[in-house]
Each structure stands twice: as structure tokens, then as C-alpha cells.
């Protein structure tokens, strides 16, 4: 009997840390939101507060919502409104809320060659930088921030996957290796500001447009729908959905800053 006892004791110690580390959930968002630093900051309070961890998995926002779409991830975290509210009507995210906003900047090399330097109208830069074809790096990876590009080269009349030559590189990659490409290559492109103000290898490159209306970024959260994935942590993922929304959450996101400058401005409603 005392041998039996034993063995049970051991098996429950056993099971205990494994039992333990079931309390996560996956996060499937962007890598602006990961290569800033935000989660750094963001998630050891959640976790904290909840004794729930965050596994996130940075992607750009198309394989964010790809994910979850898949019921590979409990919450998307990501900026693309139009394809966010699509994700939720078509039955794939519960319900979505918006969480923060920053903007985009278009950088580019301090010599600017497409002589755009200083300006505030992104529609009139997108069309310089087409009509000198000098060189441009894109996500091209159907993020948040490519979708952003590709709609504003239509705002400026260009349909950029018929319209781009050798002097457009599409990276594939997310906004860091971009701008690393962008660095080396004295390259204009388009970047979020969060993940600008966190680049250090930055090369020649400057901030070349900023302030247009048209630049605004804003984030959305959502759970994944568990009438859909029915494996999804509903209870979980819905406790992160709150607290990034909740008073302490925007809080914290305010908190946020690189050399005293916030990067994020929380707006949940």
C-alpha cells in the first residue's frame, strides 16, 4: 500500500508542471507589434495578473488571420480594419476591438532622390518615388502594413504589382528585415512608427513623409470563434481580449515608450 501511494504521489508531482504549463494561449500577430518591443512590455503584466501566458507567433497581418482562420491560434492581434471586419463576418473571430493606433512614416535615404523630403502628402511621395523609379523595399507579404502600401500606390493611381520594375523589391519578410533591406539598398519604404523608432541599423535612412491622415494605423483584436475551433481557449483568450481593452491594459500601452516617446496610443471604446 505504501508503494502504491508513492508511485501515485510521483505521478501527480509529475502530471502538476505539466498541468501547469497548459495555462497559454497563442497570439497570432503582427511583427510591428513584436519587433517594437510592445509585448516585452505588454505581456509579463498580463501574466501576471492572470497566471496566463502568451505565446506569440509574429506574423504579418494576412498569415496572422490565416492562422486563425486554421484554429492555429486562440487571439489575432493585428491592423487591417477591412480585412479584420471580413475575418468576423465570415464566422472565423467573435466579435472586434479596436485596441491602439499609431502611423505609418515613409523613411527613405537622406539624399532623396524622389524629392519627397519633408512633404505630408503620402499620395503625391508614392507617385514621385513611381515616376523616378528609385528604389523601394516592400513587406510584400500581405501584412498590415503592405496592404496599407498597396492601397495608398492606388490612391496615386499605380497598380504596383503590374507597375513595378527592377526598382521595387518585395523583401517577403517582415517590417525589420525590410528596413534592413531598405538600409542597405538606400531605399525608400513604407514602415509603421512603432517598429521605426525601435530600428537601430537604420543606415542613411530618415523619416521622409509623416502626418497625413492617410497614415493612420489603427489595431484590432479578436478571439477566434470557438463555435468554429472548438479547441479554441475561449476563456483564456477572452480574459486577454479584456484586459487589453480594460483601463490597466491602455495604461500600459500608453506606458510604452523608446527615448521618452510613446509609440502606441491606446483608443479601445
Same mark, same amino acid.
Given at each position: 500500500?505504501?508503494?502504491?501511494?508513492?508511485?501515485?504521489?510521483?505521478?501527480?508531482?509529475?502530471?502538476?508542471?505539466?498541468?501547469? %504549463?497548459?495555462?497559454? =494561449?497563442?497570439?497570432?500577430?503582427?511583427? @510591428?507589434?513584436?519587433?517594437?518591443?510592445?509585448?516585452?512590455?505588454?505581456?509579463?503584466?498580463?501574466?501576471?495578473?492572470?497566471?496566463? %501566458?502568451?505565446?506569440?507567433?509574429?506574423?504579418?497581418?494576412? %498569415?496572422?488571420?490565416?492562422?486563425?482562420?486554421?484554429?492555429?491560434?486562440?487571439?489575432?492581434?493585428?491592423?487591417?480594419?477591412?480585412?479584420?471586419?471580413?475575418?468576423?463576418?465570415?464566422?472565423?473571430?467573435?466579435?472586434?476591438?479596436?485596441?491602439?493606433?499609431?502611423?505609418?512614416?515613409?523613411?527613405?535615404?537622406?539624399?532623396? +532622390?524622389?524629392?519627397?523630403?519633408?512633404?505630408?502628402?503620402?499620395?503625391?511621395?508614392?507617385?514621385?518615388?513611381?515616376?523616378?523609379?528609385? +528604389?523601394?523595399? @516592400?513587406?510584400?507579404?500581405?501584412?498590415?502594413?503592405?496592404?496599407? *502600401?498597396?492601397?495608398?500606390?492606388?490612391?496615386?493611381?499605380?497598380? =504596383?504589382?503590374?507597375?513595378?520594375? +527592377?526598382?521595387?523589391?518585395?523583401?517577403? @519578410?517582415?517590417?525589420?528585415?525590410?528596413?534592413?533591406?531598405?538600409?542597405?539598398?538606400?531605399?525608400?519604404?513604407?514602415?509603421?512608427?512603432?517598429?521605426?523608432?525601435?530600428?537601430?541599423?537604420?543606415?542613411?535612412?530618415?523619416?521622409?513623409?509623416?502626418?497625413?491622415?492617410?497614415?493612420?494605423?489603427?489595431?484590432?483584436?479578436?478571439?477566434?470563434?470557438?463555435?468554429?475551433?472548438?479547441?479554441?481557449?475561449?476563456?483564456?483568450?477572452?480574459?486577454?481580449?479584456?484586459?487589453?481593452? @480594460?483601463?490597466?491594459?491602455?495604461?500600459?500601452?500608453?506606458?510604452?515608450?523608446?527615448?521618452? *516617446?510613446?509609440?502606441?496610443? +491606446?483608443?479601445?471604446?
Amino acid at each position: 500500500m505504501v508503494v502504491i501511494v508513492k508511485a501515485l504521489l510521483i505521478l501527480a508531482a509529475l502530471a502538476f508542471p505539466a498541468h501547469a %504549463q497548459q495555462k497559454f =494561449i497563442t497570439l497570432a500577430s503582427t511583427t @510591428s507589434t513584436e519587433q517594437s518591443g510592445l509585448f516585452r512590455h505588454l505581456l509579463p503584466m498580463f501574466e501576471k495578473n492572470t497566471g496566463i %501566458q502568451v505565446r506569440v507567433v509574429a506574423l504579418g497581418t494576412g %498569415q496572422s488571420l490565416d492562422m486563425g482562420k486554421r484554429g492555429d491560434a486562440d487571439v489575432v492581434f493585428v491592423h487591417a480594419k477591412p480585412l479584420e471586419e471580413k475575418f468576423v463576418a465570415e464566422g472565423f473571430g467573435v466579435k472586434r476591438f479596436e485596441v491602439m493606433y499609431n502611423d505609418f512614416v515613409l523613411v527613405g535615404p537622406k539624399s532623396d +532622390p524622389a524629392k519627397v523630403g519633408g512633404t505630408r502628402d503620402i499620395v503625391a511621395a508614392m507617385h514621385k518615388i513611381k515616376a523616378a523609379r528609385v +528604389p523601394f523595399a @516592400s513587406r510584400g507579404d500581405a501584412s498590415g502594413t503592405h496592404f496599407a *502600401e498597396v492601397e495608398l500606390w492606388k490612391l496615386a493611381g499605380i497598380n =504596383i504589382a503590374k507597375d513595378k520594375g +527592377p526598382w521595387y523589391r518585395d523583401t517577403g @519578410s517582415g517590417m525589420g528585415p525590410t528596413l534592413n533591406t531598405a538600409a542597405g539598398m538606400n531605399a525608400y519604404a513604407l514602415t509603421d512608427r512603432g517598429t521605426w523608432l525601435s530600428f537601430k541599423n537604420r543606415g542613411d535612412l530618415v523619416i521622409s513623409v509623416e502626418g497625413d491622415q492617410r497614415l493612420f494605423n489603427q489595431y484590432g483584436v479578436m478571439l477566434v470563434n470557438p463555435a468554429r475551433h472548438p479547441h479554441v481557449k475561449k476563456e483564456m483568450g477572452q480574459a486577454f481580449v479584456d484586459w487589453v481593452i @480594460s483601463p490597466q491594459g491602455q495604461t500600459a500601452i500608453a506606458g510604452y515608450k523608446i527615448g521618452g *516617446e510613446q509609440l502606441f496610443f +491606446p483608443n479601445a471604446k
